[in-house]
Every structure is written in C-alpha cells, then in structure tokens.
C-alpha cells in the first residue's frame, strides 16, 4: 500500500510541473517528463517460469490462475511462450515473428492448436501468446511468461525464451521432487540461465505429494536439496553466480482442485505470498528508485533553468556585459576544450575496451568448451547436418545473447563517462549541467559468421550394405592389417556400427580443428567490431557534449543579450518578472525528492 502511495504522489508531482507554463518547462522536459509518466504506468513485475517436460508447468500456471485455462497432458503441451498479463476479461492475441497481431479465444480448447500435441503445426511461425486475464496476482502489474520445456524447445523458441530471460525480474524453475535436479537441469542452468545475467532463481519442487509421506521427512528432503543446489550454484564451480537460493514444496494438482484442504497441503499459498511480496519490494527498492533520479533530474535541470532566468532578471547591466565577455572567452577557447575532453575520453574508452575484453575471453573459453563437448558427444548418423546447421546456430545464438547482454553494459560505462565529463563542463560554467545522451541502442551486426565443411557420414548405411553384399559374394576386404574373410548380410548391423564409429572418430578429429580455428577468428571479429562500436560511440558522446557545451554557452550569452535589450526598454517590469520567477523556484523547491 505505501508503495502505490509513493508511486501515486511521483505522478501527482509530475502533473503539478506539467501543468507549468512551456517556456518554464522547455519542449525538451516536457516531452521527457511525459515520457516518464508513461513508463510508471506500464511499469512490470516480470516472472519468468522455466523447467524441463514433464515438470508440471502448465498446471501451475493453471493453478496460479485459479482456472484450467492452459492445455496440461502427460505429453509435451507447450509449444509457444505464452505472456500473462492483467485484462479485466479473459483475451488472448497471436503475436506473429513477422510482428502480425491476431485475436484468438481465451479457452483451453482455442490454446490447444499451440501445443506441442496438435496436429496442425499451428504454432509455426508465432513469437508468442498474449493472454489476459483477471488474476490477483496479474493485476499487481506482474507479468508470467511460460516457456516451452527446456528440452523440447527447437531453435527459433530458445531465441524468443533468452530474448525474455534478461528481462526478468524473477526466475521460477520447477524440479520434480522424485528426481529433483537432473544433468540436463544443471547444465541448462550453467549454460542458458547464468549467462544471462540471472542472479536469483525460485527453485518450485513440484509434485511434491507423490513422495511418501511415511518415509519423507520434508525438512530433511529440503535441506539436502538445498545443498545440492548450494554447492552447485554457490560453491566454488566455475559456474557460480546465485547469490540466493529459495525453495518451495509445491503440488500444482492439489491446488488446482481448490478445496480447502487440497489448496492447504498444495503450497501454493506460501508461493503466491512470496510471489506478490517479491513484486511489492522490486518495485520499491529498483524501479522507483529508478524512477524517482529520473525525476530529480529533469526537475534540477527545470530549476536551474528557472535559476538561470532568475540570475539574468536580478543582474544590472554591467554584470550582465562581464557575464556575456567570460563567456566570449569560453567559446574562443573551445578548441582547448574539445581536447581536454577527447583526451578525457580516450583514456576512459580504453578502459572500456580492456573490460569488454575480459568478458569476451570468459566468453570465449566458456563457448568452445560448450561446442566441442557438443561434436565430442554426438552419436547420431548425420553429423555434417548437426555441425553445419545446429552448431552454427548455437554459436551464432551465443554470440548474439552476449551482444545483446553486454552491448547495454558499454552503454552504460560510456553514459557514465558522459557525466563525468559533463561535471566538469560544469565547474567551469558554474553551474549544473545535465548534458543529454542522444545515442541508441547497441546493435552490433553479428559479422562472426561460421563457415565449416564437416564430413558428410550420411551415407554409413549404404556403404556398410556394399561391404556386406561383396562379402556374400566371396570377396574380402583388408582391415587392420588383416584380411576379413567372408561377411554376411546378417552381419551387417555389426559393420555398419564399427564404420559409423570409423567415420564419427576421423569426422570429429576434422571438424574439432575446424572448429577451434574458426572460433579464434569469430572472436577476434567479434572483438574488433566491438572495439570499432566502443570507439564509434566515444567519438559521437565527445561530439555531442562539445556541441552541446557550445550551444550552452551560445544560448547563455543570447539570453544575456536578450536581457541587456530588455533592461534598456522595459525597466519598469523587470521587478514583475522577478517576483515570478521566484514563485516558480519556490514551487520547484518543493516539488523536489531528498
């Protein structure tokens, strides 16, 4: 409750300075005010619900809904990231990749044609479902996105669910209490989820009611399972990154039932408690945070302006021509300026570019253990397929999800540089100047392209039925040194597995080199481009803030002209403005966040 209060009083204050008059405000504020306005409104609490098939997550989806909306079977159901937001009645839109929107019907039977069992692949081609509907839990301005299980999703649906993962605000991974924990589990964990960013996980052992009870002891269950997660994900393993871990006993089926002692004993009470206390205090201790230095800032620059004005309509016009010669000395030397802060710059941008090398090593090194222990593992028939498409992919993917993890984060430094220079601009204008960033966001085009030829081993079954079929004949063949006398088709399952495991050891040999050498030179495009992107940027933000130094002051030194003409033509009402103005400052005063 005290946070919609502050959250209500941010816009009342919002209101109140846009409700001032535009040349107190400035086009500019203004337009950034409102657009801050519109972010608190649409401000979310994102949960993002992963877990391999099988793990139940549909049905506790269902359970969080209070209603069987979503499709649940022993079968693979969900075959498309599914978005649930508050409606106030059930909606459900088809959000198409070519970025087309459909209506569809908010039932279970409409959500069918999506699932993994349907017999149209209707889901072709969709990015995800929007649903809507009235949940408690959904109207606390939370968002649940339910993904595919970790081991069915093919490659378009693992880019659409990573596109979500960095987004989230929490992570709910659900385990089944028979055989919590699985290898897969841990390796997507290590692999998919850490990488992204993702800090906190909610560990949901669902099924929890299938344990015996007579020979269960839940505290002791728990606590083991906590360690193993511990020691896992908080240890010393390379693949550490948790920094807490939380676990809940859960049955999604008893809940679901929604009798009182089945919602009782299903765990979903203490979840959901969790859930909306989890979205109360992120947007408390983050988002408003965030939102409330947004403010502070844009009215500082609004009350520095008001200042500024203010200054002017007090000064005489003596002050005003010695104000208006300082800054005529400023101008003259901006040459001077200019290389103070390119020098400034050049200093910071290559510690930049030594962090964003760092990463990308650890990158690097993580990526080519990843994709040769893919090749090292492969026991299947098609192996030129694999290599030449599947792995491409996944390197390709890997390669975009760092640049789409770690291109924010130079933004970030080079936006933090930014200020730092801006202060300084500002000592020697004596006052406050909040320079804005005009640069977009990083979008690297990936020029890391992989081109491998691996050996094509497609054609084991033919050949093991030629060897064969000469053997019936009475021919033999040499291998090892030693002649092979007469082979039968009914030998044939025994060659054709000796020649694939022939052909798969000389393949992967190959293709491993191949693969190490392409890697190196991934990289190092990769870092090239990314270091051209981190000088581009450095250049633009030296350009923007010297212009925007210079316009400063040229824009000063007109408003003392202005002044200067006003004093001399209309001294009568200069008193009027004064009192105005201070009024404005007043107001602004108070309208300030400490």
């Known amino acids: 409750m005290e946070l919609n209060i502050k959250y209500q009083e941010l816009n009342e204050k919002i209101d109140t300075i846009l409700s001032l008059p535009q040349d107190v405000v400035g086009p500019e504020k203004q337009a950034e005010l409102?657009?801050?306005?519109?972010?608190?409104?649409?401000?979310?609490?994102?949960?993002?619900?992963?877990?391999?098939?099988?793990?139940?997550?549909?049905?506790?989806?269902n359970a969080l809904l209070g209603e069987t909306l979503l499709p649940m079977d022993v079968l693979p159901e969900t075959a498309t990231i599914q978005v649930l937001q508050y409606a106030e009645t059930p909606t459900v839109e088809i959000v198409y990749h070519n970025g087309m929107v459909k209506?569809?019907?908010?039932?279970?039977?409409?959500?069918?044609?999506?699932?993994?069992?349907?017999?149209?692949?209707?889901?072709?081609?969709?990015?995800y479902l929007r649903i809507g509907y009235p949940s408690s839990l959904l109207q606390r301005q939370v968002v649940v996105v339910d993904t595919p299980g970790v081991s069915d999703m093919d490659e378009q649906?693992?880019?659409?669910?990573y596109g979500f993962l960095p987004h989230a605000d929490m992570v709910l991974f659900l385990l089944d209490a028979s055989s919590p924990l699985k290898k897969t589990e841990k390796e997507f964990l290590e692999k998919r989820v850490l990488p992204q960013g993702i800090r906190k996980i909610v560990f949901?052992?669902?099924?929890?009611?299938?344990?015996?009870?007579?020979?269960?002891?839940?505290?002791a269950y728990l606590g083991k399972l906590r360690m193993r997660l511990e020691k896992a994900f908080q240890g010393d393993s390379e693949h550490s990154g948790l920094t807490e871990i939380e676990l809940f006993p859960l049955s999604a089926r008893l809940a679901l039932k929604g009798h009182g002692s089945a919602t009782a004993a299903s765990g979903m009470a203490a979840l959901q408690a969790r859930l909306e206390q989890a979205a109360e205090e992120q947007r408390t201790t983050i988002k408003l945070a965030r939102f409330q230095w947004q403010y502070r800032r844009l009215v500082q620059g609004i009350y520095n302006q008001m200042l500024s004005r203010k200054l002017l309509h007090e000064a005489n016009s003596q002050q005003l021509e010695q104000a208006k010669q300082q800054i005529e000395v400023l101008l003259a030397d901006k040459k001077r300026g200019q290389e103070r802060v390119q020098n400034y710059m050049d200093k910071e941008q290559q510690v930049i570019i030594d962090m964003t090398d760092k990463s990308l090593k650890h990158f690097y090194q993580r990526l080519e253990e990843d994709v040769l222990d893919m090749v090292e593992t492969y026991r299947g028939e098609d192996f030129k397929d694999f290599i030449e498409t599947r792995i491409i992919k996944r390197v390709q993917r890997e390669i975009n999800n760092w640049i789409g993890m770690y291109g924010p984060r130079i933004l970030q430094l080079i936006r933090k540089v930014e200020l730092q220079i801006s202060q300084e601009l500002s000592r020697n204008f004596n006052q406050q100047v909040m320079i804005e960033s005009r640069q977009a966001p990083i979008s690297l085009s990936n020029n890391a392209v992989m081109d491998i030829n691996a050996r094509d081993i497609s054609h084991t079954e033919f050949q093991a039925g030629a060897i064969a079929a000469a053997g019936g004949v009475g021919l033999t063949m040499l291998a090892g040194g030693m002649f092979m006398p007469f082979i039968s088709f009914a030998a044939m399952p025994?060659?054709?597995?000796?020649?694939?495991q022939k052909n798969l050891m000389m393949a992967k040999a190959e293709v491993k080199e191949q693969l190490s050498e392409q890697l190196i030179r991934c990289m190092y495009q990769l870092q090239q481009d990314v270091h051209e992107e981190i000088r581009k940027r450095c250049t633009i933000s030296v350009k923007n803030l010297s212009s925007a130094y210079e316009l400063l002051l040229s824009e000063y030194r007109d408003k003392i002209d202005a002044e200067i003409r006003e004093k001399n033509i209309m001294q009568s009402q200069i008193s009027n403005s004064i009192e105005e103005d201070e009024k404005v400052l007043n107001m602004l005063k108070k309208l300030q966040i400490q």
């Open 494 to 500: 025994l060659i054709r597995k000796s020649l694939l």
């Open 34 to 61: 409102h657009k801050l306005q519109q972010a608190i409104r649409q401000d979310v609490f994102s949960i993002v619900v992963l877990g391999e098939f099988s793990r139940g997550k549909s049905t506790f989806i």
């Open 157 to 161: 649906r693992a880019e659409v669910t």
């Open 103 to 127: 209506q569809g019907e908010a039932n279970c039977e409409f959500l069918k044609q999506f699932s993994a069992q349907a017999q149209q692949n209707t889901a072709e081609g969709v990015e």
């Open 204 to 219: 949901l052992v669902n099924k929890f009611d299938n344990l015996d009870e007579d020979e269960t002891d839940e505290a």
